[in-house]
């Protein structure tokens, strides 16, 4: 498809499970962002993917939180031994090289830790 | 750093009514700024930019936007609401090396 591509839209786990989130970026984007958006609130970067360069994780929560992108393309983001507190909508983005360019967003992963 | 506020985290106008959505960033240089809607259940979309040119930005939907330096501010406007523009709007900044920073969001609620 043209767009950002979030798999899967829903997911529901038990607490302590492990899930993984993916995401398929605009073909020839070469940056890639996930964000965290809770009820209610904004959006809470997680980490971010430029080409080739070592990604800015600085956002992530806490250990239990990783992200991958393979072959500067398909991204998937790891979350171990859920909390409760980590149920949000998950947000990839991807956009271009440079600041100017805006950012194309997915629909995002709705998950839910019961 | 930089950092972006938006004013009001509900919003409600009569259907007809002139829109005004606040935003306001701190920045340390001259900085890019975005408007974004975001509708229920989905991500969100690209309402406009400012990349420094014109100062009045005009986007989708009718929604335009003004930059002013002076004021650090780059407020949304539209001078007529329809039922349709009900949704949640974040403000953004981006410096020219740094990752996006987003607003918390104003949610637009649009009365009959």
């Known amino acids: 498809g043209a767009g950002v591509s979030q798999s899967p839209s829903n997911k529901v786990t038990e607490k302590g499970k492990d899930v993984e989130l993916r995401c398929d970026p605009i073909s020839g984007h070469t940056a890639l962002y996930w964000y965290r958006q809770s009820l209610g609130q904004g959006l809470e970067f997680l980490i971010y993917?430029?080409?080739?360069?070592?990604?800015?994780k600085s956002g992530l929560p806490s250990d239990r939180f990783s992200a991958e992108r393979t072959g500067g393309s398909v991204s998937t983001l790891t979350i171990q031994r859920t909390q409760q507190e980590d149920s949000a909508v998950y947000l990839c983005?991807?956009?271009?090289?440079?600041?100017?360019?805006?950012?194309?967003f997915g629909d995002g992963t709705r998950l839910s830790i019961l | 750093a930089q950092s972006v506020t938006q004013l009001g985290s509900h919003v409600s106008v009569s259907e007809g009514a002139l829109v005004l959505l606040r935003c306001n960033y701190s920045s340390s240089v001259p900085p890019y700024l975005f408007w974004y809607v975001q509708y229920p259940n989905q991500g969100l979309q690209l309402l406009l930019k400012?990349?420094?040119?014109?100062?009045l930005v005009k986007g989708i939907n009718g929604f335009e936007a003004e930059f002013k330096k002076s004021e650090t501010s780059f407020h949304l406007t539209k001078p007529s609401a329809h039922m349709s523009d009900a949704a949640e709007y974040f403000c953004a900044v981006r410096n020219r090396d740094d990752k996006i920073i987003f607003g918390k969001g104003t949610r637009l609620h649009i009365l009959p």
């Open positions: 993917f430029q080409g080739n360069s070592a990604p800015d």
């Open positions: 400012y990349t420094s040119a014109a100062t």
């Open positions: 983005a991807s956009s271009t090289q440079g600041a100017r360019q805006p950012q194309h």
